[in-house]
């Protein structure tokens, strides 16, 4: 097997430069380098975030890592931001990042190797550690929650039918195999989990480390984004595909729509972010 891996990131003008900075440094201080950094820049952004692409693009350029950077003329949401990096990767596997968050050393090794082992895996993630963001970037102390993740395909495949099964922050993904069902699609916010639905339709397995793999900033904003009838519909219409395609029954599509619903639409966000972090993380 080729292990050669690109990471895919994505910043826009809204995130913290300070942040992404960490974010890329817990990338290119990982104990098995990538080949490959793309990072999309979706749309234009502040002169900060700039410096700090500056800045590793200089560092980068006498390394045996390619830093690799897409510029997007407007702001084009995540989904398209994630397709177009995804299509920019060059190597057989694609290590998906966020600009926010930060990677334990160790993550990409532990994915090649388990990858290694399970050479029928499409895609291995794992574990997140949440935390609440403090001055000092670096600072994970601020512990929020975890969310732990089924381990094994069957058991990501029976959870996929309830929630969304995998931490898309902690993935690395056989290239051709999300080529072979259409690629990264946008679906609002809802982008990963209409990917790993299209590939577990595909008769493509999936595996989890039982590790923490990434460190995640979250705050209010986090889930204030999680609710709003935009959110509801786009989650009630990934429901709405997995009974079309026989995924799960009328039962289950209608608990599913139901939850969705009140969680979403008619509990307020300071109730939201307290059911979230006790009762949809562990």
């Given at each position: 097997m080729n292990n050669e891996f690109s990471v895919s990131m994505c910043v826009y003008g809204g995130d913290n430069a300070e942040h992404f900075e960490v974010a890329l440094r817990s990338v290119i201080d990982q104990s098995l380098q990538p080949n490959e950094i793309v990072l999309t820049v979706d749309g234009p952004v502040p002169s900060e975030i700039e410096n700090v692409i500056a800045k590793y693009q200089n560092e980068l350029a006498s390394t045996s890592i390619n830093f690799k950077t897409v510029?997007?003329?407007?702001?084009?949401g995540h989904g398209e931001a994630r397709r177009i990096c995804f299509?920019?990767?060059?190597?057989?596997?694609?290590?998906?990042?966020?600009?926010?968050?930060?990677?334990?050393?160790?993550?990409?090794?532990?994915?090649i190797e388990f990858l290694d082992k399970h050479p029928d895996v499409s895609v291995v993630g794992g574990n997140i550690s949440e935390f609440v963001s403090q001055p000092d970037p670096n600072d994970i102390s601020n512990k929020a929650g975890n969310r732990i993740v089924p381990e094994s395909d069957s058991d990501i495949k029976e959870y996929m039918k309830k929630r969304c099964p995998m931490n898309q922050v902690t993935i690395m993904f056989k290239k051709i195999d999300v080529e072979s069902v259409g690629g990264y699609i946008d679906w609002y916010?809802?982008?990963?989990?209409?990917?790993w639905i299209r590939l577990a339709l595909g008769s493509k397995n999936f595996g989890n480390?039982?590790?923490?793999?990434?460190?995640?900033?979250?705050?209010?904003?986090?889930?204030q984004r999680r609710g709003g009838w935009k959110y509801f519909k786009s989650e009630a219409g990934i429901q709405k595909y997995m009974r079309k395609n026989k995924m799960i029954g009328f039962v289950r599509y209608s608990i599913n729509v139901i939850e969705r619903f009140i969680l979403q639409v008619m509990m307020p966000n300071k109730l939201r972010s307290i059911i979230f972090q006790n009762f949809a993380r562990s």
């Amino acid at each position: 097997m080729n292990n050669e891996f690109s990471v895919s990131m994505c910043v826009y003008g809204g995130d913290n430069a300070e942040h992404f900075e960490v974010a890329l440094r817990s990338v290119i201080d990982q104990s098995l380098q990538p080949n490959e950094i793309v990072l999309t820049v979706d749309g234009p952004v502040p002169s900060e975030i700039e410096n700090v692409i500056a800045k590793y693009q200089n560092e980068l350029a006498s390394t045996s890592i390619n830093f690799k950077t897409v510029r997007l003329e407007k702001n084009l949401g995540h989904g398209e931001a994630r397709r177009i990096c995804f299509d920019n990767c060059s190597h057989p596997l694609i290590a998906l990042m966020d600009a926010d968050d930060i990677s334990v050393r160790e993550r990409f090794k532990k994915q090649i190797e388990f990858l290694d082992k399970h050479p029928d895996v499409s895609v291995v993630g794992g574990n997140i550690s949440e935390f609440v963001s403090q001055p000092d970037p670096n600072d994970i102390s601020n512990k929020a929650g975890n969310r732990i993740v089924p381990e094994s395909d069957s058991d990501i495949k029976e959870y996929m039918k309830k929630r969304c099964p995998m931490n898309q922050v902690t993935i690395m993904f056989k290239k051709i195999d999300v080529e072979s069902v259409g690629g990264y699609i946008d679906w609002y916010c809802e982008e990963d989990y209409y990917l790993w639905i299209r590939l577990a339709l595909g008769s493509k397995n999936f595996g989890n480390i039982p590790e923490n793999l990434v460190d995640v900033r979250v705050g209010n904003e986090m889930y204030q984004r999680r609710g709003g009838w935009k959110y509801f519909k786009s989650e009630a219409g990934i429901q709405k595909y997995m009974r079309k395609n026989k995924m799960i029954g009328f039962v289950r599509y209608s608990i599913n729509v139901i939850e969705r619903f009140i969680l979403q639409v008619m509990m307020p966000n300071k109730l939201r972010s307290i059911i979230f972090q006790n009762f949809a993380r562990s």
